[in-house]
């Protein structure tokens, strides 16, 4: 079980329309002291200049994915030290990038938990949140083959298909400690 007394980092992983900014959310909401950290959120920190991770140029959208991950580790860091349990939202389609971030949290055992429910599920999901939160990606099939081949074996993959949020989340702090840690 997930506690407060030990304030491991949890990254919860997925793809667009997974359901990570929501059990993230709720995951939090069920620890005594916990710190959500979005992505997607921080990205939003950027007013001018802003480039989407897979938008031109590439090379600056690569930078920008590269501060993200390092300002989400940073955060991870401080709130794990103040004694909160960090929960990272992000997209984290490689073993690559996992290692990145495993590298910039070498004092935290770390819980990585890919919310799989399906393509055509994060498709549908997409489909009905609110308009200002709708994420226009047609590259679901790469994207789940890629992560399934870089780290398909690495952490939980947890098919959330037939779960709502709420049972996601309670079963991601029951059993996260058991299944999730990234060795």
Known sequence: MITAET???LIV????GAGK??????????????ARLDGDELNRMIVSGFVWALGEPADEAARQ???????LCALANNFADAGFTPLIDAVIP????LDFFLDLLPARQVLFVVLAPGIEVCQYRNTIR???ERFDFDGYEELDADMKRELGDVGWWFDTAALAPEETADRVVREARRRALVI
């Open 7 to 9: 304030p491991d980092c």
């Open 13 to 16: 992983s997925g793809m667009p």
């Open 21 to 34: 900014s929501t059990v993230t959310r709720l995951v939090a909401e069920r620890l005594a002291r916990s």
């Open 65 to 71: 994915v590269e501060l993200l991950h390092r300002n």
């Open 94 to 97: 490689s073993r690559e990038k």
């Open 130 to 132: 609110d308009p200002r």
